[in-house]
């Protein structure tokens, strides 16, 4: 499956791709957004009865990479495929079910959509019942609820709380969190692989963890052994090799055996995807935002005022007077005084 970009142009959103050639024209039924399993999302205005008034809304659907709708309008809310699945809703309905690429339902919508996340690795954390289980594609439960808190599942392990309390942490109940207790790993059957003992825990990427262990943090790896020993403030998870460090106000980069890389000297700077990461420095009076590689050296002066992570070779830019997207050169390939489309 190709990697397609949106764009907009005269309120109608097209795509094109990583060389900047427009592949599906603009039109007004496609959304903003990115392709996932070979599906973008599209839309359909409809309007209808609510409390003796007219009201206006959407439907969504979804359109494949020729543009052609695969899965037409119907649906009040939809979410991006993950493991060939869409989260939706119907309209006036605030419970969520599970579609597959061609919209056929796969999970009918039981969930509160608060209850739930997205699916990892084919398996989707929910919470029933006060406590935290896991069902697979097909909606059975692979994990039933026994867990007091838990992450998503990411190289096979999925990270679970034992002897904690679930606390609600927003006013309109869109976000958990887990307080107390202790945190280990177990596998996709349900075994214990890493017990519980730490008091915070990250996810696995290239093959180590991020663990709290009283005030410091370090890395574990698959086994629950320490690859980086606690010694930091705190850490990022790893991406791309690399993770950011802070010590005594001191920021790091560090490969996967905890060598230092490099310390930016920047404001901020994101995680890396791709090879590059997002930085933010003050040019004038202004702060602005440009693009590392994985030495620390500069590849993209700091330029716009937002920008996002690279994704398929290219990396949405906002620059004071135009937006668009930018290869790994720093190169512009599409902005949006680009309006000329084909015939």
């Known amino acids: 499956m190709r990697t397609l970009f949106p764009i907009e142009v005269n309120n109608s959103v097209g795509f094109l791709d990583r ?41 969504y659907g979804f359109i494949d990479e020729t543009g052609e709708i695969v899965i037409e309008p119907k649906f009040g809310h939809v979410e991006d495929f993950r493991c060939g699945l869409t989260q939706f809703s119907f309209v006036r309905q605030g419970i969520m079910g599970f ?15 608060n209850d ?28 039933p609820p026994q867990y007091a808190g838990a992450g998503g599942f990411s190289e096979g392990l999925v990270a679970i709380n034992v002897g904690g309390s679930i606390v609600n942490e927003s006013e309109r109940g869109t976000f958990w969190e887990t307080l107390g207790g202790k945190w280990g790993f177990v596998d996709k059957k349900g075994r214990v692989v890493i017990p519980p003992q730490f008091e915070n825990v990250g996810e696995f990427s290239d093959g180590l963890c991020r663990v709290v262990e009283g005030v410091k943090t370090g890395f574990i790896n698959q086994e629950g052994r320490f690859a980086i020993q606690p010694q930091f403030d705190w850490a990022t ?8 460090t802070s010590l005594d106000g001191k920021i790091s980069i560090i490969d996967t055996n905890g060598k230092i890389l490099f310390e ?9 995807h791709e090879g590059m990461a997002r930085f933010t420095d003050k040019v004038g009076n202004e702060r602005k935002t440009g693009f590392i590689n994985l030495c620390g050296e500069v590849i993209v002066s700091p330029q716009f005022t937002l920008a996002d992570d690279f994704w398929g070779g290219l990396a949405e830019v906002y620059h004071p007077d135009w937006r668009g997207y930018i290869d790994q050169k720093g190169k512009v390939v599409w902005r949006t005084e680009n309006t000329k489309i084909p015939a």
Request: aromatic letters at 14%; hydrophobic letters at 45%.
């Open 237 to 244: 998870e790893f991406s791309d090799g690399v993770a950011k």
């Open 116 to 143: 739930i996340d997205w699916f990892q690795e084919d398996l989707l954390r929910v919470l029933e019942h006060g406590m935290f289980g896991f069902i697979d594609t097909q909606g059975n439960w692979k994990l």
């Open 264 to 272: 930016p000297r920047f404001e901020s700077i994101s995680r890396f």
């Open 19 to 59: 060389n900047g050639a427009i592949v599906l024209k603009p039109r007004i039924h496609y959304v903003w957004s990115n392709f996932h399993d070979g599906r973008a999302m599209c839309r359909n205005k409809i309007i209808y009865l609510r409390n003796k008034k007219l009201v206006k809304a959407f439907m």
């Open 99 to 113: 579609a597959d690429r061609f919209g056929n339902i796969v999970i009918q919508p039981r969930f509160d959509r």
